[in-house]
């Protein structure tokens, strides 16, 4: 009996149904037309066309983080594939799981300098997990199987597949492989027992003890089980950026974000403590502040399923690797079966002391008749905490002041760029999210700096009336850089001062709505607008050119050294 | 203190396998002092040696990071264990009717080989560890090295723990 026989393209196609993919975001080009025109030819997946490569790599990003699905995009040959490499780096340092489908020239012409040829396969092996190039068509299913595995297992990440035009257009049969063989991947996601029971006698005997959270948590769907272990030993938690949400930032035990520009009371809890149960966290020099001073005389306790993060910058006294929600569920169920008492005399003295460097926090600043940032975004944060929507943000001083002044008790809530801090990120970061989530809203909160790097894809949001809500909180610099410049470089604002388009006009152009905000009382009335709005809007918030983020720990310094406000520069 | 490592790497023998290895030694700034790659006896795998020189912690990272890679099956670093290391050293020596007696009591005493003679130069074959190598080098520089071409370095433990696989189950319990 004769087997149906299917284009590649249409392979490609079908193993992404299998995989459930329902929505995918791209841009044509010459060597995916044939992929293209399978699209064309069936309705299960839905294509977004974004206005840059870049942009449908961080939409796949948003989508796959607001989600917890897989994200894809599709992009054709040369300048559309090396478009992808910014996107690519930060899905693979933010551990999101993501497939990239690259067209790639016809493979009798590989080598022979092409029309939009590149080395996909070579330039995208350091930011992505793994790549593929498709050489047969019979390959095709089973590398779409691996390559789904490989992202989504282990510390997940982006994997690419570069497929050259002759194999979309190649015929095989198709049948999807029901498993993978993948003799050098392995990834442990039991955790040790043993590992286990040192942990939680080491926690038990803590005086001092702390947990920081990760996005591993999140990755893992482990806030639950985070929650039920930090309640029942009585230890306070504090998270990363990544790990935003993991812990519920309205319980009493919550210290909030630690790092950089963490809270004092944060950051001063993890350098004082004895045990730190460091939880899905890399340790990135954004957390720790200056190595040799970070956690000198405290046990680490580290869970994480990526081996490599562990003892790779701070040291494990008790390292566990392996699957945070396994790890942690191993330890609840050696918790119901141990006849210890948890014993809060013990850590009286911490908490004092925790309750006492709760009190201090970074004074406001006011400088002017302008509007304040902070003051912009604790109106945002009051007046649409009720929706809970999901907020992306880019990458600067706005950032910052999102993290310190939102308070998430879910996860998945912040999407922002962590390790790679990408500007351009969260806008079409919010487009993935609004496509995973598709009702409600999605609040951007974005620089007029940041805003401008993909500021292309209001067009995309147009066209599917995206309800993203783009607040933008222009203080005429790029804040971040010019902060830095202030305290460390005598005040030389060399090229951070920047111009931007009248974001109401550029909206409007756009078929957008925007709404220019001044004043303090005009910032509700303009939210109430915007979210009535069936589509994207713009929100120009003309602020205070000179604000500054605080509590901040300057680069190199140790986490303790907190500053809070200007004066005490 | 950095010290010299053997770390013995079986991978897939696939397209790129060895870009990916030598990118992770860039990319992160790790240093190879020595690279040879050749199939295993099952032509699907390929064993890569490494030598290379950094602090303990650093080393355990590049296995650690090694072992990460897709295509890496097992890294094992030598160093610490029971291992044999080896390599090939290829020398032009020029000789002449006053010296090769003495040139000759080298060769019979390092246990080196005569590979190729013409009227001046002698083509010498050394092999051994890495110091038995360099020593023989030395010795003979005073006669004039035209040429000195090394191979890098291959390693095997004394131990069966390492051996080439012949089918994947077998290889999926060891690599575990």
Redesign the interface.
């Given at each position: 009996m004769n087997k149906q026989m299917y284009s590649g393209a249409q392979i490609l196609l079908k193993s992404l149904v299998k995989e459930g993919v329902e929505e995918i975001f791209g841009y044509p080009g010459g060597v995916v037309l044939p992929l293209y025109d399978a699209l064309y030819m069936q309705d299960e997946i839905k294509h977004y066309l974004v206005r840059h490569e870049q942009a449908a790599v961080h939409a796949a990003e948003g989508y796959a983080r607001a989600s917890g699905r897989v994200g894809v995009a599709v992009v054709t040959s040369g300048p559309g594939a090396c478009n992808t490499i910014t996107g690519l780096a930060n899905a693979y340092y933010d551990g999101t799981p993501l497939i990239l489908i690259t067209g790639q020239v016809n493979s009798k012409l590989i080598g022979a300098d092409a029309f939009q040829e590149a080395d996909v396969?070579?330039i995208t092996?350091?930011c992505c997990?793994?790549n593929y190039?498709v050489k047969d068509v019979k390959d095709l299913a089973r590398i779409i199987k691996e390559a789904f595995y490989?992202a989504t297992t282990g510390k997940k990440g982006p994997v690419v597949i570069d497929i050259p035009v002759d194999i979309f257009n190649a015929k095989y049969t198709f049948e999807y492989p029901k498993n993978v063989?993948?003799?050098?991947?392995?990834p442990n996601y039991k955790g040790h027992p043993l590992q286990v029971q040192r942990a939680l006698e080491t926690l038990f005997e803590a005086k001092r003890p702390v947990i920081i959270s990760g996005g591993g948590v999140m990755a893992s769907n482990a806030s639950n089980e985070l929650k039920e272990v930090a309640t029942r030993l009585q230890i306070p938690v504090v998270h990363t950026l990544m790990g935003t949400g993991t812990y519920p930032d309205s319980l009493e035990t919550s210290l909030g974000m630690m790092g950089m520009h963490g809270n004092y009371c944060a950051n001063l809890t993890v350098a004082n403590a004895d045990v730190i149960f460091a939880i899905g966290t890399r340790f990135s020099d954004r957390i720790t502040g200056c190595l040799k001073k970070f956690a000198r005389d405290a046990q680490v306790i580290h869970i994480d399923i990526?081996?490599?993060s562990i003892?790779?910058n701070v040291?494990a006294t008790i390292p566990i690797v392996g699957d945070i929600k396994n790890v942690l569920s191993i330890m609840i169920e050696q918790l119901n079966k141990s006849k210890h008492v948890v014993n809060n005399d013990l850590k009286e003295k911490w908490f004092n002391d925790i309750r006492e460097w709760k009190k201090k926090v970074a004074i406001p600043q006011k400088m002017s008749e302008k509007l304040s940032a902070i003051t912009v975004l604790n109106t945002i944060y009051d007046y649409t905490k009720k929706d809970e929507p999901i907020v992306a943000t880019e990458v600067g001083q706005h950032q910052m002041w999102t993290a310190q002044n939102f308070k998430f008790n879910q996860p998945r809530k912040l999407i922002t760029s962590g390790g790679l801090g990408t500007m351009g990120f969260g806008f079409p970061a919010a487009i993935g999210a609004m496509a995973a989530m598709k009702k409600g809203y999605v609040l951007n909160i974005a620089g007029d700096g940041s805003i401008q790097m993909n500021i292309q894809e209001l067009m995309t949001c147009v066209d599917y009336k995206f309800k993203v809500i783009n607040c933008i909180i222009n203080n005429g610099y790029l804040g971040m850089v010019r902060q830095w410049q202030e305290k460390i470089y005598n005040e030389h604002y060399s090229q951070t001062k920047i111009s931007s388009p009248d974001f109401v006009k550029l909206a409007q152009s756009y078929g957008a709505l925007g709404i220019r905000v001044e004043r303090e009382e005009e910032i509700i009335p303009a939210l109430e607008k915007a979210i009535e709005f069936d589509g994207p809007v713009m929100i120009d918030f003309v602020c205070e050119n000179f604000e500054m983020v605080y509590p901040w720990v300057l680069a190199g310094q140790p986490i303790d050294k907190v500053l809070l406000s200007r004066e005490e520069c | 203190m950095p010290t010299s490592h053997t770390i013995s790497v079986l991978?897939?023998n696939e397209?790129?396998v060895l870009?990916?290895i030598v990118?992770l030694f860039s990319?992160r700034g790790y240093n190879i002092e020595s690279l040879t790659v050749a199939p295993t006896l099952d032509s699907i795998y390929s064993r890569v040696t490494i030598v290379t020189r950094a602090d303990d912690?650093v080393i355990?990272?590049i296995c650690?990071?090694l072992?990460?890679?897709?295509?890496?099956?097992?890294v094992a670093n030598l160093t610490l264990g029971d291992a044999i290391e080896y390599e090939i050293g290829l020398l032009k020596i020029s000789v002449n009717d006053e010296n090769r007696a003495e040139f000759m009591n080298i060769v019979a005493q390092a246990s080196a080989k005569i590979m190729d003679v013409t009227e001046k130069i002698y083509t010498v074959k050394i092999d051994g560890d890495e110091k038995q190598v360099q020593t023989f080098a030395e010795l003979v520089r005073p006669f004039g090295i035209k040429e000195f071409v090394r191979s890098g370095k291959v390693a095997i433990t004394k131990s069966g723990q390492f051996s080439t696989f012949k089918n994947?189950k077998d290889?999926?319990k060891l690599?575990?």
């Open positions: 396969v070579g092996r350091s997990k793994h190039l490989i063989e993948l003799v050098g991947y392995n990526d081996p490599c003892s790779k040291k | 991978v897939t397209v790129g870009s990916r990118d990319g912690d355990e990272q650690k990071q072992n990460r890679l897709i295509p890496v099956i097992k994947r290889e999926l690599s575990l």
